[in-house]
Every structure is written in C-alpha cells, then in structure tokens.
C-alpha cells in the first residue's frame, strides 16, 4: 500500500485521469481542450483531465506555467505588498474550486532587500480541483484566471494575470441504459 | 465512527495489500497480486452506484 485516499462525501467520484495522474504519476493522453495563453515573461497551459463532468465527479485544472529565463514568479509565503501565483475562477453556480497545488518554490533573497521570497522559476506545473454540486447546470465555458508576479534580479514589473476559457460537457450521473 | 475514522481502517501505508480474489465481469475469480504481476494497481471502492 504506497498510498490511501478517503473522500469524506461518499458522492465524490475523481475521474479516472485524475486518479492515474495523482496516484500513480501517469498523465493521461486524453483529456480535455487544451487553452494556451500568453502573459508578460509567462506562457499558460491548461486543460481539464475531462472533457466531461458528472454531477459530483471532482475535475482537475492542470495548469504548466513557463517562466521566462531570467525572471521568477512568486510562490508563498510572501511579504505584504507582492502577489503570488493563484487561480481565480469566473463564478457558476454550483461550481466549486478547490486549493491549487504548486511544487515547492525556492528561496530567493534579492540584492539590496533584507525581505526572503520563495519563488518559482522555469516550467511550474500545478492543478487545481473543482467539482460541481449541483446537477443539471449543462455545459460550460469556464473563464479561468492565473494571477502572479514577475521579477527580474534587478527589477519588478507590475502584478498582472492570464485569462483563458476551458470547455466542459455535462453527462449523466448515472447511464441510463444500465437502469434494470 | 466519524469520517475521519474512514481513514484508519484497512491496510496501512507501507503494508501489503491483501491477496484479494473476486469475479471480474465474466465470473471467474482474479487474483490482485498475479494479476498485476508486480505493477503498481490502483484499488477504488464506490459506496454507492448511484444515489
């Protein structure tokens, strides 16, 4: 037994992408459409492990931040006044976002400043759940966000963010053509 | 028992899943470990079918 995971709602089903990935480390060749976005010193990909959702079934955003050589984005903890990497959903009713999983960020102390940073630097792959509660509410487009700061050694350029849109189809909970 | 509990049952981490041998969808019974063979298995259990 390497690994052991309960849901405390028995209604929480992942999808079988999201298990492989999280259980196993095995990315999933199919999954949803993939957006690609471009920020300043940043490049944005996304896709959801699914393509489709059930009622309950907990989706997983995986998102590949690449970091221009040179710069570094900034992780948590952080001093007051600088913004970390986050994910921001458009709000639809009976969709919830979970927390997002970033890799460790590094420490990072900057010439000059007696304040540590922990940072994020090159290729930085995260994912953040989001399940919907509520059934019927049909397909989406959901408008997503990633929000950071970049800066140089020498320089900060101002906090900005990364929108693009992921679709996704509802299915039936249940299949009915199982039903006895 | 609350939720937290849930946790707790079964094998540990770090311990040999049970040899469990039950019929796949035709009937005949599948062993765990010679099925997997030595690869890595993922074992999930659904509460309900549906609900």
């Known amino acids: 037994m390497a690994r052991k995971r309960v849901h405390r709602n028995y209604r929480i089903r992942d999808t079988g992408a999201g298990l492989f990935e999280d259980l196993l480390g095995v990315t999933a060749s ?10 300043e010193v940043v490049q944005i990909r996304a896709y959801l492990d699914s393509p489709t959702y059930r009622w309950y079934q907990r989706l997983r955003v995986v998102i590949e931040v690449a970091v221009q050589d040179g710069y570094h984005i900034y992780g948590t903890p952080i001093p007051d006044g600088y913004v970390p990497l986050s994910v921001t ?3 639809v009713d009976g969709l ?12 990072f102390l900057m010439e000059g400043l007696a304040e540590e940073f922990w940072v994020h630097e090159g290729n930085v792959p995260g994912s953040v759940p989001l399940m919907f509660t509520k059934d019927g509410t049909g397909d989406h487009r959901l408008r997503l966000a990633v929000r950071y700061q970049a800066c140089s050694a020498h320089a900060c350029l101002p906090p900005a963010h990364v ?9 039936a909970a249940v299949d009915a053509s199982t039903k006895p | 028992m609350s939720a ?3 946790s707790q049952r079964g094998p540990a981490v770090g311990e040999r899943f049970p040899d469990v041998r039950l019929p796949d969808q035709s009937g005949a019974l599948v062993g765990l470990h010679a099925a997997r063979r030595g690869r890595h298995a993922l074992v999930v259990f659904y509460r309900s079918a549906r609900w």
């Open chain 1, 163 to 171: 929108r693009f849109e992921l679709p996704v189809h509802e299915v």
């Open chain 2, 4 to 6: 937290d509990d849930y």
């Open chain 1, 30 to 39: 199919a999954h949803g459409a993939e957006a690609l976005a471009d920020g």
């Open chain 1, 89 to 91: 959903l458009d709000p």
């Open chain 1, 96 to 107: 919830e976002l979970g927390e997002a999983a970033w890799p460790q960020p590094h420490r």
